[in-house]
């Protein structure tokens, strides 16, 4: 800091990085309360020898500047706070009176704390606040960033992991060219080979991509990816608290395919025709809301007590998690950064084309202004993180009525490409079938039925009446369906 910037700080109130002190002739108690601050959140100066009255700055000097710089640098490494403080220190002189400034620095590893982690201090505007209990333990937890996922869970195994759910995401993995080479290796070498598994051991990051539900609840508790659908611009308008709200799922990678499903009933798909006939759709907004889901989920601290959720408003789309960004928003956006707090489950939704490469998905969520006409904000603090995606105001939840218009069109597009040896005409039930089918090959019967609002034997009967279109492939658990006869 040079002079001429501190006197434009003084002629200002103070900064959030940007602290006075009188201090005359001995260093106020209340000092190391702002080293504890600025060493949580993102560093600062402390100047000696200016009062502040009110919003306006008296400057009066130090009697013994070299003293006082030699009380507070020994201070910072004597042991009273529980790790180093490297401070700068800088002297002014200012119309005839000598002012001295630290600059003290965002420490990597916090909490900074002197005495016990209850004299944990943060910056808040321009005030030194004492930390919460969760804003101390968030702290500790990211002294782990990017590793906790990554550790092995003693005594865990693959038979810890839902299978079906594995082979769901095997199924997405080899519809893509990535990882060829493991498409059609066993479970076990698979597993070792993206570190769902290091050594046998399950790690953190497969356990919650992919375990069963009462081993990811035993070890990591605090696990949950909440969807709701709130049939108002905010809660405290809502008449009713949600109209739909995600059921509890065992693993992420279910919580977010249903997810992914409900997305598509949320935004404009334009289809557009091609030279040839053909129709293709353009799924751009969709991909945004899937970026923003798998940022979430690959950002979120999945052992904070703090439930990640995804709220749909009439309005705006709302991601919020626990867990900071690890740098300022403004240092992430424009840049290609990749630093992840969970690296394993970020490759994993990278591999089958959910999420962008490193470094470019939160970039992507701004092409949402362009696509919509409307700003996205992302914010993060200590402790959350959220993106909001607006919606157009004329925009309202599809209902049931519309999906099944919605799904006799998709299917309409479908029925038009079967080949011309397939002649019969479909019924509407059939035409949603096939729809639904389009959307999701490893869908169920049970889920169709559900979709449709009929009996499970009803779609069986069905489907057994379109063999000439659709065929079931694989094993009951871990295949998928085709439309046969299709022409590309």
């Known amino acids: 800091m040079t002079k001429q910037e501190l006197v434009a700080r003084l002629r200002d109130i103070e900064w959030e990085d940007f602290e006075v002190k009188a201090a005359k002739s001995e260093l106020p108690k209340n000092i190391w309360e702002t080293v504890s601050a600025f060493s949580n959140t993102s560093g600062g100066w402390i100047v000696l020898g200016v009062k502040q009255s009110?919003?306006?700055?008296?400057?009066?000097?130090?009697?013994?500047?070299?003293?006082?710089?030699?009380?507070?640098?020994?201070?910072?490494?004597?042991?009273?706070f529980n790790t180093t403080i490297f401070a700068i220190s800088k002297q002014y002189t200012i119309d005839g009176c000598k002012l001295l400034a630290f600059y003290v620095p965002e420490v990597e590893m916090k909490p900074v704390y002197f005495g016990n982690p209850t004299n944990t201090f943060i910056r808040m505007g321009s005030g030194d606040q004492r930390a919460t209990e969760g804003e101390i333990r968030a702290m500790f937890?990211?002294?782990?960033?990017?590793?906790?996922?990554?550790?092995?869970?003693?005594?865990?195994?693959?038979?810890?992991?839902?299978?079906?759910?594995?082979?769901?995401?095997?199924?997405?993995?080899?519809?893509?060219?990535?990882?060829?080479?493991?498409?059609?290796?066993?479970?076990?070498?698979?597993?070792?080979?993206?570190?769902?598994?290091?050594k046998g051991l399950l790690t953190y990051a497969g356990l919650l991509m992919f375990g069963k539900a009462?081993?990811?609840?035993?070890?990591?508790?605090?696990?949950?990816v909440d969807y709701i659908e709130i049939p108002a611009p905010t809660i405290q308008q809502a008449e009713v608290r949600y109209t739909y709200r995600i059921p509890e799922q065992q693993n992420i990678w279910e919580a977010v395919q249903i997810i992914l499903r409900r997305f598509r009933t949320l935004v404009d798909a334009p289809i557009h025709i091609k030279n040839d006939g053909f129709a293709t759709t353009d799924e751009s907004q969709y991909k945004v809301l899937r970026e923003a889901l798998a940022n979430m989920v690959m950002h979120c601290d999945h052992f904070d007590s703090l439930r990640s959720c995804v709220r749909v408003y009439t309005d705006h789309i709302e991601f919020m998690n626990g867990g900071a960004f690890p740098l300022p928003v403004s240092d992430i956006l424009g840049k290609i950064y990749s630093k992840l707090r969970n690296p394993t489950i970020a490759k994993l939704f990278r591999y089958v084309g959910i999420a962008e490469n490193a470094g470019y998905g939160m970039n992507k969520l701004t092409s949402w202004e362009t696509l919509t006409g409307t700003k996205p904000t992302i914010e993060s603090d200590r402790t959350i993180a959220t993106v909001t995606l607006p919606l157009k105001s004329a925009l309202q939840r599809?209902?049931?009525?519309?999906?099944?218009?919605?799904?006799?069109?998709?299917?309409?597009?479908?029925?038009?490409?079967?080949?011309?040896?397939?002649?019969?005409?479909?019924?509407?039930?059939?035409?949603?079938?096939?729809?639904?089918?389009?959307?999701?090959?490893?869908t169920t019967r049970a889920e169709i039925a559900a979709a449709i609002g009929v009996a499970t034997k009803t779609i069986e009967r069905e489907l057994a009446s379109l063999s000439e279109i659709v065929r079931y492939?694989?094993?009951?658990?871990g295949g998928h369906w085709e439309i046969i006869n299709y022409e590309n």
């Open 398 to 442: 599809i209902t049931d009525t519309d999906n099944i218009d919605v799904a006799k069109n998709v299917a309409k597009n479908v029925a038009k490409n079967v080949a011309k040896n397939v002649a019969k005409k479909l019924t509407d039930r059939q035409q949603q079938i096939i729809a639904l089918i389009s959307e999701n090959p490893q």
């Open 141 to 198: 937890r990211n002294q782990s960033f990017g590793k906790k996922t990554e550790e092995t869970i003693p005594d865990s195994g693959i038979e810890m992991l839902n299978l079906d759910t594995l082979h769901n995401y095997r199924f997405a993995l080899g519809e893509t060219s990535n990882l060829v080479d493991l498409h059609d290796v066993s479970d076990a070498e698979f597993c070792e080979q993206v570190n769902i598994t290091n």
């Open 214 to 224: 009462p081993f990811v609840l035993r070890y990591v508790p605090t696990f949950c």
């Open 473 to 477: 492939v694989g094993s009951k658990k």
């Open 54 to 80: 009110g919003k306006t700055f008296e400057i009066q000097g130090v009697d013994n500047s070299e003293k006082l710089e030699q009380d507070f640098l020994g201070t910072l490494r004597s042991g009273k």
